[in-house]
């Protein structure tokens, strides 16, 4: 396993890539995840990447997020082997899940998140590629 990337819930992906790009670090992928209702950023940065979340919609969890938090930290990602056997582990051992089955996420790859009540306060979602 490992951190796949850090989810930062922003307002504008054009105006925030601007900071990172000062960095140095460059946009790697930009993509529409019509399911979750966002547009994403992808940010290389070691093996991981910063992935800046954009609302597409006030349906959209991350305009929620935004309005009752503002901008930040909206996830972290691990990336794990075989998501739906981790996922029936977690529900086994009875910790709290907001997605039971993967769902599709950027990239084409298979995600759930588990809810920051199961996690010490930190909503986590764990990522398989397919």
Known sequence: ????????????????????????LEVS?????????????????GESNIELLEPLNESS???KFLEKRGGGIHHIAIEVKNIEKVLENL?????????????????????????PKAT????LELCESK
Do not use: C, R, W
């Not at 086994?92 to 759930?112: Q, W």
């Open 29 to 45: 992928h930009i993509e529409v995840v019509e399911e979750q209702g966002v547009k994403t950023a992808f940010l290389k940065i």
């Open 120 to 123: 010490g306060g930190v909503l």
């Open 91 to 115: 529900k086994e051992k009875g910790f709290k899940l907001i997605n039971e089955k993967p769902v599709k996420g950027a990239h084409g790859k298979s995600v759930a998140f588990v809810h």
């Open 61 to 63: 969890p991350v305009f």
């Open 1 to 24: 396993m490992k951190i796949d990337h850090i989810g930062i819930a922003v307002k504008s992906i054009e105006k925030s890539k601007q900071f990172y790009e000062a960095l140095g």
